[in-house]
């Protein structure tokens, strides 16, 4: 792949070539953003040959202010002619706004953060994929072979530009696997699991494909159905993208529609006192990285859920005066095409202090385990509504009664969210449509079930 050195010293020269012609502009203060990536993804299925794929990524962002107006524009590359089209969409753009969204030079500032992550070599996949299929049929015993697997392995790097001399610049490598179980006999769906590699020395294939097993071994047992109200263990992909669907609630909200207020008991409380959650976009155990948010100032540590309490919101420079919310670093860019705004970086449970899988599977009682999602969750937090449908396997005491294919939970928000009795402490991360979320399993008591 493409040295990382090579794209950093190419975003320099853009930001140098956009800041010469920004200059001469009628704006007062600029913003400018660059960025290169490049994903290679490699296919291994049951017939070779193997299937290798590369997109190259590059383009650059000016956001520029002015005589009380503010544009943006964007275009793809990372040379004289992409700059000049992105300073041109900008000032054809300027539109009036009553404030600067731009934050000032004094909120701007660095985090130190891990090392870059670096890549495995060439052949690491290939020897990945031979341990991952042998583990998959010990683990399953011969039941299970992998009908699918894709590796992603990714680089980027971007830097942040303004007109005040501050400069921020990141680059990083990100890995993870795409993983399609299936019956030898064929006769059910197959299974999909994403992995994300923290550290390609310390991946070990035969734990992740027990660990794939044990969740697709367990849907092929006896089919049960039951309705009415249960204790629910929800699998940490499933609490994720649960999570992960209410980061609505964490972000700047005009005063008007804000649903958080109808949520909370007369405590002041959201969720119950195992619920805590936080962002922390600089800790180098999440998969984002990184030494600023989007819009360049610091980031850290927000505690968004204290305990089942409300603590604070993330927001970015521009929403935050929208709304007025605090600036706290909460700034997301997409890529280089979308302006900034807020989002969750790498939202994570905190199990303080936590309860073994074990223990929480074999001291549920008669209850569920959702093990997987076969919708998108959907919350309201205006209407204090959720619901979910997943599939799900019966307990007794830590064993399986029967395998229910489609159930549905669903009720109120804010009773499910302070009915969280206890959180594992089997943490994992899953990529979300919010974004990253770190989450263990979780045990939920009083759910309705609907077969």
Known sequence: ??????????LHRTATSTRDMVIHTNATRWEVFAKASTLREMVFEPDPPLKISMVHETGVAVRMTGRGEAGFGAASGLEAH???VAVEAASSSLTPLPFDPLPPSRLLGLTDVAPPRQLPGAAWASHVAE???????????????????????GTYAWLLATGDGFVASQHDATLSLLVELGPRDGDRLPHHEWVWVKRPEDFDPEVVAAQMCNRAILAGGPTVSRDGLFNILLHPEVGAHLLGSLSSLFLPT?????????LLDRNGRLGSEALTLTDDRSASDCPPVAPCDGEGLPTGRHILLDHGVPRHRLACHFEAQLYGEPTRGGARRFSYRDYPTTGIGALRVNPDP???????????????????LVAPVVTDPAN?????????????????EGFQPVVE?????????RRTEAVGTDLAWYQTA??????PTLFITCQRVTG
């Open 82 to 84: 992409a700059a000049r």
């Open 409 to 417: 939970v669903s009720g109120a928000l804010s009773l499910m969210l």
């Open 434 to 439: 919010a974004g990253f979320v770190e989450a």
């Open 354 to 372: 936590g309860v073994s899988p074990a223990e929480l599977l074999q001291n549920a009682g008669r209850s569920l385990y959702l093990l997987r």
């Open 131 to 153: 341990a991952l299929t042998r583990g998959v049929l010990q683990a399953s015993g011969a039941a299970l072979l992998i009908r699918r697997l894709v590796f992603q392995e």
């Open 1 to 10: 792949m493409t040295e990382v050195s090579d794209p950093i010293e190419r």
């Open 384 to 400: 204090d509504s959720f619901r979910l449908r997943a599939q799900g396997v019966w307990l007794d005491d830590g064993a399986v």
């Open 254 to 262: 005009p005063e008007d529609d804000d649903p958080l207020a109808m």
